[in-house]
């Protein structure tokens, strides 16, 4: 044993007196330290602030932390893309622990108004201190460590008092594969001399950067569409507990100083919040927050810049669950030590503001403990008083022609812990028919009806006219989902949970002609890619039928996919097992029939049955190029489609053979570095047969590069009577800033016979545009396949000068390269992982590209 202790006891006899210093400069005056509970110097061998610690060596010290306290514990809630554990250290007072369960208990009856009041004289506040969820923002890991010492090792009255009165969760860093990524970056480029010059390489990560995850995704926008695994692992641990107070922890510009909030008041603010979270939570704790800045003389700010409105932020999705979500951003280092227009910023010093913030946290929340419960129980309370008074009974909705976007949709309200209801009987509302056992209804009735607001409720009214980010996040819109609202007349039988969104896929009976299935399910792109990665021959039907199916006659849409029996390479016997393993991969049913000729439209031997190519697809990306649409992108083909494909820097595309590809996609980004030889070299493929993908702000350089023979239109700003305007100064930002489209939801025509169409039922479908980039009108009538209507918004701020704009503005438009075409996606169709009422369009051009054509 006395070996096993002997390296640790000798480092902690020759660092004694550089802790003491460390501690000194870290933590308040006059604390004594507990020598059992080792520092994260000890443990880590290094000072902190010397260096970026890796998420392996963060975790190792949270482990031993658990081990050696009975006032901590550590659990792993889930792992990253990169097989890296996601983790919560639990710190409270041994008697605390012992009574966890109790705890929780308690906590759910608060938050359940149809549950007497539990009595809270002796409960612990719950709070959840988050920190890193862009990983190259990492002073806030470095303190999450110093923050769990504190708590455990501190030997004073006050942290005593912190642990008998809390439960404190701290998640030391939400997104560990970005963080990794950064401090490689930042400790290989270290020097023992370190160099300040914001010029220097370590200041400067190449593409991406550490700031997203595995796919590129920006994490800290995504606890409202939880496209990734590490939100759904962070939120199902949320709704374990909803705890009052959530900390969200940033880095911004070296030049600037430190911010907390509050936002500024109503401009910045989400419509569903209470103002009592606004105007009595949010300033009581900024004076606890001001006091311990104070303390060290560190420079703040509050009320502008940032917004508290998206409720995708880490900081707002707990406000619209009764607790007091809390934004901080500290001037980054970028590094270890950067200059800034005043003195050089270290990386200790970063770490400290944010250490100091995060005791200030527990210090607010334990001495205002009953004011966070009557705060939190009363928002629920509310909100369920305010369902049961709307207008509307209930949300009924449902996809009947697509089961697996349903489906996504019910996951995702479950996920969020909304009741949601099979709906019992057949509908008709507004010209829609909702069926029994394909609809369901969410009613506003219940404590979760601020989220039920979230997702089925748009709004385009605004206090302020200058966001942050996104001003339209109606989830139903994203997923193009055909719902009405209701006032009456619902009854309610069991909700569902998850076990009843499990696929129950009928067996492929086995077919002596061909088997069909149809393209407007979700995931028919899956079971597609599936069969022609086997070799299997594959044709889409480019006009609708109907046929013969088990003794009824059933239509089949465009985009229908038949496989024939015979025409193959493979035995009858191996094609059904893989078209069976393709239904029940995809989720889709798969149709035998046994003979051609259809009962209307097309027979199956019909010239108008296209063979289908497997895609072969490259994505130029690297730097100049969004990561963001690049990743999402990544993401929709890798995990929701199973597709391979070839992510080409840019810097090596002048060495790529192009024709090992039918498509190409060019998402937003300047491609100034693939030179007149790689645009001569796109032109060439393109014009050969391929189908060139160019999205939202690619498309300019796509133009001026003379790829595509389109135009762009002026996004003109009117001056009214051809008077000379004339601003006062200080109103520039924001003027300026009201006129940017900075991310609103629009109604917009499809046409359903267009390739890019097949699949969708309708011609009415919902595009998300946060940009200025217009198109003149195509000189073909037959290629803009997806036009905004004449008044399109649905969802978010607009200003009124912008309206005439977008009314008839192109959102997808085709473009011929010789016997090639480039498909322009004005709008992005796969916005951040869930848009999935769009993302169609996208693999439409990917299965279907060779076969557009550009009619005159």
């Known amino acids: 044993m006395f070996k096993r202790l002997l390296p640790f006891l000798v480092l902690l006899f020759f660092n004694a007196p550089n802790i003491s210093a460390q501690n000194n400069y870290f933590f308040p005056n006059n604390i004594t330290f507990d020598p059992d509970i080792p520092s994260p110097q000890q443990f880590l061998g290094y000072p902190v602030g010397d260096m970026h610690t890796r998420i392996d060596r963060m975790v190792a010290y949270m482990e031993e932390l658990g081990r050696v306290s009975d006032k901590a514990s550590f659990q792993i809630i889930g792992y990253t893309n990169e097989r890296r554990p996601q983790i919560v250290l639990t710190i409270t007072s041994p008697e605390n622990h012992q009574n966890l369960d109790n705890i929780r208990q308690t906590q759910m009856a608060l938050i359940n108004p149809d549950q007497r009041r539990p009595n809270t004289d002796n ?13 190259n923002e990492p002073s806030s890991t470095e303190a999450a460590m110093l923050t769990a010492y504190y708590l455990l090792a501190a030997q004073n009255e006050e942290t005593q008092t912190f642990l008998d009165n809390a439960v404190v969760f701290i998640d030391p860093c939400f997104n560990p594969d970005g963080r990794d990524r950064h401090s490689h970056w930042a400790n290989m480029h270290q020097a023992k001399n370190l160099s300040p010059d914001p010029l220097d390489r370590e200041h400067n990560e190449v593409w991406p950067g550490g700031r997203t995850n595995h796919y590129w995704f920006d994490l800290n926008r995504d606890w409202l569409p939880l496209a990734q695994v590490e939100s759904r692992n962070r939120l199902e641990f949320f709704h374990q507990w909803v705890p009052q107070v959530v900390t ?14 509050p936002t500024e008041r109503f401009g910045s603010e989400n419509p569903l919040v209470p103002r009592s979270n606004y105007d009595d939570l949010n300033n009581l704790f900024a004076k606890y927050f001001s006091e311990a800045l104070h303390e060290i003389g560190s420079l703040y700010f509050t009320k502008e810049v940032y917004d508290n409105s998206y409720p995708g932020y880490g900081s707002t999705y707990p406000d619209i669950h009764g607790g007091l979500g809390l934004v901080f951003e500290q001037a980054s280092s970028r590094g270890h030590v950067q200059t800034t227009s005043t003195e050089p910023i270290t990386f200790p010093f970063t770490i ?46 449902g996809d009947a022609d697509d089961k697996g976007k349903t489906k996504a949709f019910l996951e995702l309200l479950l996920r969020h812990q909304i009741k949601t209801y099979p709906l019992n009987r057949d509908l008709s509302l507004n010209g ?9 209804a969410v009613p506003s009735a219940q404590s979760q009806y601020r989220m039920v607001q979230t997702f089925f409720e748009p709004v385009t009214s605004f206090y302020d006219s200058v966001f942050y980010d996104a001003s339209a996040w109606t989830v139903a819109l994203a997923f193009n989902m055909p719902y009405d609202k209701v006032a009456s007349g619902i009854t309610f039988g069991t909700p569902l949970t998850g076990a009843d969104l499990e696929s129950d896929v009928p067996s492929v009976e086995e077919a002596q002609y061909a088997y069909l299935f149809e393209w407007n399910d979700y995931y028919a792109p899956k079971a597609l890619n599936y069969l022609l990665s086997k070799g299997v021959n594959a044709k889409s039907a480019f006009y609708p039928f109907s ?28 094609i059904l097992q893989w078209i069976r393993e393709a239904s029940q991969l995809a989720g889709i049913p798969v149709y035998s029939v046994d003979g051609g000729m259809s009962m209307s439209g097309k027979d199956l031997g019909s010239r ?25 992108i990544w993401h ?24 090992k590809y039918n498509s190409l996609i060019l998402v937003t980004g300047s491609y100034q570095s693939i030179g007149q030889r790689g645009i001569d070299k796109i032109k060439d493929w393109a014009s050969g047969g391929g189908t060139l993908i160019v999205q939202r702000s690619a498309i300019p350089w796509a133009i001026r590069a003379k790829l595509v023979e389109e135009k762009l239109a002026s996004f003109s700003r009117p001056n009214q009577n051809g008077e000379t305007l004339r601003y006062d100064y200080v109103t520039a930002s924001e003027r300026s800033g009201s006129r940017r489209i900075g991310g609103s939801v629009y109604e917009a025509d499809i046409d359903p016979t267009h390739p890019l169409g097949f699949g969708y039922s309708g ?20 290629s803009t396949v997806v036009q905004y209507t004449d008044t399109p918004l649905l969802d978010g701020y607009v200003h009124p000068d912008n309206l005439p704009m977008l009314s008839k503005a192109v959102s997808t438009m085709v473009s011929p390269i010789g016997r090639g075409r480039a498909v322009l996606f004005v709008d992005n169709p796969n916005f951040r992982g869930f848009w999935y009422g769009t993302n169609r369009l996208l693999m439409n051009a990917l299965f279907f590209g060779e076969h557009i054509g550009v009619p005159r």
């Open 352 to 397: 400290r503001n944010h250490l100091r913030t995060s005791i200030a946290t527990v210090r607010a929340a334990v001495e205002n403990k009953e004011m966070l419960f009557d705060h939190q129980r009363r928002f629920f309370s509310d909100a369920l008083n305010d369902g049961k008074k709307s207008r509307t009974q209930a949300y009924v909705f």
């Open 123 to 135: 409960q612990p506040a719950i709070l959840l201190l988050g920190y890193n969820v862009h990983g």
């Open 636 to 659: 929709l083909l890798d995990t929701r489609y199973g597709m391979s494909f070839s992510k080409i820097d840019v810097n090596d595309f002048n060495r790529a053979d192009l024709n």
């Open 432 to 440: 829609k028919t909702y069926e029994a056992g394909k609809a369901f």
């Open 608 to 632: 108008s049955f296209q063979t289908i190519k497997q895609p072969k697809v490259a994505m130029l990306i690297g730097e100049g190029v969004s990561g963001y649409e690049a990743g999402e």
């Open 248 to 261: 969200d922890y940033h880095e911004m510009g070296s030049n600037s100083t430190y911010f907390f909030e």
């Open 547 to 574: 046929f013969m199916v088990k003794g009824q006659e059933k239509a089949f849409g465009y985009g229908t996919v038949m496989i024939p029996v015979v025409d193959q390479h493979h035995s009858p016997q191996q």
């Open 763 to 782: 011609r009415k479908i919902s595009v998300y545009r946060n940009h200025t980039v217009f198109l003149e009108p195509s000189n073909s009538p037959y």
